[in-house]
């Protein structure tokens, strides 16, 4: 799960990384990258969706300890980047988003500490927190769902089937026009995946998984039709160009990113391998402070680059060339968050690491149980 988290917080940081590249090169790969970067989110969604419902299905909850710790887990770091972004705002009137008008002001900032940006109409402060009023408005329905329709008493077969059929009416509701918050279906698969899990034994789930190989096939077939579909619809094959409702890249990301946590985190191969490399292990345990903080690092070295006259038109070799400096910028303005907000006040387990195959062991035990 931590590698899972540093591959998409990784994705996320190439959309940005880009976006600073955007203005000065207008290759079409910039926005293909762009794209792809996009999706790191919708992995977040779908590992919200899985551990989330996890916690709450397996075992009757708190409301009042399940509400606190989703606010021990989100609101620290969060504080501490909205003030920092606040300050800056401040601190620079030409680059604010605060409206005009005191009172004005007050309202848009207390609007962003209860994560209403996102879910409303409303520009956040710090561009990523739109996904955290994502996240704040799927913890809030879950646990009520689960009491209020008794689902602890309902067979796992049962529960998917509910899913699925809600899943559809969301298509069904984005495809009349009538949605506009689509990318919360991305939960679902999370949710989805848990009941699958469940109802595979865990000796089974080795020899009826599908291979690295289809599941790499899977996925970056689903990246590349995802981007077609998003930058240039007329390279799609003529018999699909038109046929396929902007819901299809959603649904296809989703999908893939289902496989590969599926391939990845239950069963044993090079996915498993790759996901549990140290260093993105690494990554995703302060993914949630990399998240938040590393834009700006970005901006800061950017803006450094701009007045020192080093950032020119450069293609290709320019985005390689800065990639280093702004993966150093990134973690300079997240590690103090990190080290000393997120980690102490959020993160309150033992530093030392278990092994990540005796986690997938304890995962598939947990599971098999439920």
């Known amino acids: 799960m931590e590698g899972l988290r540093g591959f998409a917080v990784g994705l996320v940081f190439l959309v940005h990384y880009a976006s600073f590249l955007d203005d000065r090169n207008d290759a079409n790969w910039l926005a293909a990258l762009h794209e792809v970067g996009n999706v790191g989110v919708d992995l977040f969604f779908v590992l919200s969706g899985f551990l989330i419902y996890k916690a709450c299905i397996q075992r009757p909850i708190t409301f009042r300890l399940y509400a606190y710790r989703r606010i021990e887990r989100i609101y620290p770091a969060f504080l501490a980047a909205l003030s920092i972004y606040l300050a800056l705002m401040l601190l620079m009137p030409g680059a604010s988003k605060l409206p005009e008008g005191l009172g ?65 009416a969301m298509i069904a509701v984005e495809l009349a026009g009538l949605g506009g918050r689509f990318r919360l279906s991305t939960f679902l698969g999370g949710m989805m995946l848990y009941e699958i899990i469940s109802m595979i034994p865990a000796e089974r789930r080795k020899t009826s998984a599908l291979s690295d190989a289809t599941i790499l096939a899977i996925v970056c077939g689903a990246f590349t039709l995802y981007v077609l579909l998003a930058i240039n619809p007329v390279a799609v094959p003529s018999a699909l160009n038109g046929a396929l409702p902007p819901v299809t890249r959603i649904v296809l990301i989703n999908i893939a990113f289902v496989l590969l946590v599926y391939r990845s985190v239950f069963t044993d191969g090079p996915a498993a391998r790759a996901f549990s490399w140290t260093p993105l292990r690494w990554l995703g345990n302060m993914s949630y402070s990399f998240y938040l903080m590393h834009g700006l690092g970005l901006q800061a070295l950017f803006m450094l680059l701009g007045k020192l006259g080093l950032l020119k038109a450069g293609g290709l070799g320019t985005f390689l060339l800065w990639l280093p400096a702004g993966i150093v910028a990134g973690f300079a303005a997240s590690l103090p968050i990190y080290l000393l907000i997120e980690r102490p006040l959020s993160l309150k387990t033992a530093l030392k690491k278990p092994n990540p195959k005796t986690v997938r062991q304890k995962v598939s035990i947990d599971t098999g149980a439920a």
Do not use: D, H, K
């Open 104 to 168: 004005a002001q007050i309202t848009y900032v207390l609007a962003n500490i209860f994560l209403l940006p996102g879910m409303l109409p409303i520009e956040p402060m710090m561009t990523v927190a739109w996904s955290l009023s994502y996240e704040a408005f799927y913890y809030l329905p879950v646990p009520l769902a689960i009491v209020f329709l008794r689902m602890r008493q309902w067979t796992p077969p049962q529960r998917l089937v509910f899913f699925l059929a809600l899943y559809a």
